[in-house]
């Protein structure tokens, strides 16, 4: 019988397979290469007169979204039901109960609906983390966005939509653009780009909107875009969260675009295949104008297309490192 | 290769089979009659014990409303279940953001996710259309009412209702009666009614009610509801927008009632085996009593039923003609 | 043919199987241990791999909610699903018009849509059996709670928990504790532990809470807790509802706490291996505390997991009570 390796990530099981998802971090480069290989697969799904395949049957994934996002509850659900899932989605108010007990009981009566995996939206950082940690075995957690920490499953359609455009990750030069301070996908796209092997990432913003502790992802930092977009072959656009904006860090929407928005003119600082991308929704003249983001070397759409293949890919593969794990314990258990 | 014809509807692919459901204008009298035989064969499926075809299995059915409406859209979901499509539902708000943005970008994005339909909902006459015109060619849209333009479905609804009840249109005088101007259903039915051979179609409304142009129609105008019903086999009424009547075009509901309330008494007007037909849901007491809307001459309940069949006919209809474009489409590729 | 008997309950067919489900009033126990032991072959399907059966594939379970209540829609939802049905649920709002029409049209028209059950939740006592008197007859409806009346899927999975727990009911002292006034799940409760035959039933509230009549039900009243609760086998908690103590029959939550309030040191009043259960959601430190909440003897989440397979049950020996009776009117039909 394995020992339990104390030290070993909460997200993988004793065999090293993906149990919950919850964020890049940690994760090693053949796990995302094995996902990104999955995800690959699930979009020939996609494209096929049958959008169905069987691998989720029988199984309930519940959509638990303490925070409302119909674009990636709609996504997690597309993806939930080509794998012939059983889908049920609830909005979680926070509001009020005191917030821990609520998370706690809900978390408590979902598992004992016997739902298999919950899809969990939260405002806080590490929420997914938590309650990965307190949930039964048997329940995988996937993070579909936890405050500022972390959007695993946007990262790694990011990176797909990278590796099939580009073919590869290693000679890439990959600038991400915009609030870098208060976004989770920057910080997954960091963290994805530096495993898979990224040898130059870049973060452009202006000095209110980075981070402390931003050496530790390996990256160079800008605050001029033109300098920062010099002979890129990847633009990440990320979107401004006007409603994070209150505290006066910039001075209008207007002032970000004529420094940091994404015009025809400044993408022709890099280099001339360079893939243009945005998590969307976008705001079109606040931080990418109309003509790139519609322009040819946009692939804006592609990423819509691939995130419900990646979305298939994680829900599977969890649900696989779920029951693996299932029959190590009770193997072991037979051995004793 | 057969050249695209420019002035071919956009609701037809080169066979001449329905890809989009936008309107009944200039769809062609075999069309309708083809999709009433469909929903006839659909409407004993809904009798059976297991009231479900795989028809559209492995299809994403995404209804996008724009303006809430529980009922229709809870019957496009039944609809499409029965055809065992996959459904998500998307409530849209315009309000937020700029609408022609929205509209668009939500579009693209849905495209991307792959789904097969789009059953669309808009307070904007022409949305769907406008939808349909830019929509990529693998997706069939589906008007389920777009402001004062069109309802089709329920149109054909209607036309299904009266041929069961009636067996044909050829003989049948027909009133539609209410508030014409504001109605999409109205416009709809006559344009129906013409194209399936009605001899006589009537509106009855007061003045302030009528659009202009109505001669187009082919109907005769009454605003007298005694002469207007006198001998028809069919009265359908519809339903009092109240809140479109904030202009002062009607002194009250009271007054409504008195001159165009359908009352047993008025009814029997008609012929003595009319039909009592209404869109629902109805203001009982506004636009008809309640001992003719429950009465042995509606059919008010027999249209909800046909509506489902009517729905499933539509859906399956698009879902051939798309597949039969695509095929065309890739034989013409083969033949450069 | 079978005369129809005038006195036969509404809830059952003519052979005496279950047809509606509305309230345990009136069912006899040999129908309740079937259920109980349906529920338990449901229970193993809930623990599958693939945990789903095709007993209600092509049928239509609708859930129309006039009272919101996220939690037990849930729970109907994932058993109409894990029956292979198919599911819409509709909220329905009772404010903007008189209640009794839009209920009677609403009905009518899910008829209509050939819809084979209706999941009824309603604020008004009775609606549900209003409803299933005026409903086709091809349709079931299950009551989900109906004001203070009845929740009869709640006293049922009660009572699987404590048949699991305790083997049966003929030895047992059940104590059930709170707002017995305000309380459906009450009312059930001291319906089925009649039925099912135990022997020691007590109810234990402040005499405000309290109704009249509780005599017919055969249990004991105590307004002491720690009298109430000597030696008792089951403690079933109620849930305080807050939104309901408004009249001033309560001093406040922390008065009722030191009343009323489960704690451990109460507990040790009961049996050692006494069972702890509450319908959910819990307030901690109001009716109930933490440590006991979460303690040993408490079978809480239990009736969660239970309360599924109570639902399975519900479906589908409502569906089958409803085939047989119209193979039963069908027959008759043949033989006049």
Redesign the interface.
């Given at each position: 019988m394995t020992p339990i390796d104390a030290k070993r990530p909460l997200q993988l099981n004793e065999n090293g397979q993906l149990r919950h998802f919850l964020s890049l971090d940690g994760l090693p480069r053949e796990l995302l290469t094995e996902l990104l290989d999955t995800a690959d697969s699930f979009l020939e799904v996609?494209?096929?007169?049958?959008?169905?395949v069987p691998l989720l049957?029988?199984?309930?994934v519940c959509n638990v979204f303490f925070e409302n996002s119909?674009?990636t509850r709609?996504?997690f659900?597309?993806a939930a039901?080509?794998l012939s899932a059983?889908v049920?989605s609830?909005n979680v108010s926070t509001s009020s109960t005191s917030k821990g007990?609520t998370l706690f009981?809900t978390l408590?009566?979902l598992?004992?609906?016997?739902a298999d995996m919950f899809v969990v939206r939260h405002a806080d950082s590490g929420a997914a983390h938590f309650i990965a940690e307190h949930v039964c075995p048997q329940v995988a957690i996937i993070n579909a966005g936890d405050g500022r920490h972390a959007h695993p499953t946007q990262g790694m359609l990011d990176m797909l939509t990278i590796r099939r455009h580009k073919g590869s990750f290693e000679n890439l030069s990959v600038a991400i653009v915009g609030d870098i301070l208060h976004s989770r996908v920057a910080r997954s796209n960091m963290l994805a780009l530096r495993t898979l092997g990224c040898p130059d990432i870049r973060v452009i913003a202006p000095q209110t909107l980075l981070p402390v502790g931003l050496e530790q992802y390996g990256v160079r930092v800008f605050t001029s875009l033109s300098e920062g977009l010099r002979d890129v072959d990847v633009v990440i656009m990320l979107r401004l969260q006007k409603e994070r904006m209150q505290g006066g860090l910039l001075p209008s929407e207007g002032e970000f675009f004529r420094l940091y928005g994404l015009t025809e003119q400044r993408l022709a600082l890099a280099k001339p295949d360079a893939l243009v991308m945005h998590p969307?929704?976008?705001n079109?003249g606040v931080e990418i104008e109309s003509a790139v983001a519609d322009g040819p070397q946009s692939v804006i759409?592609?990423?819509?297309?691939y995130g419900?293949a990646v979305r298939m890919a994680v829900l599977s593969m969890c649900m696989s490192g779920q029951?693996a794990q299932r029959q190590l314990n009770q193997d072991a258990g037979e051995h004793n």
């Open positions: 996609g494209a096929r007169a049958v959008k169905k049957r029988g199984k309930t119909t674009r709609t996504t659900e597309l039901q080509r059983d049920i609830l007990e009981d408590r009566n598992e004992a609906m016997a969307g929704p976008i079109r759409l592609n990423q819509v297309t419900i029951a």
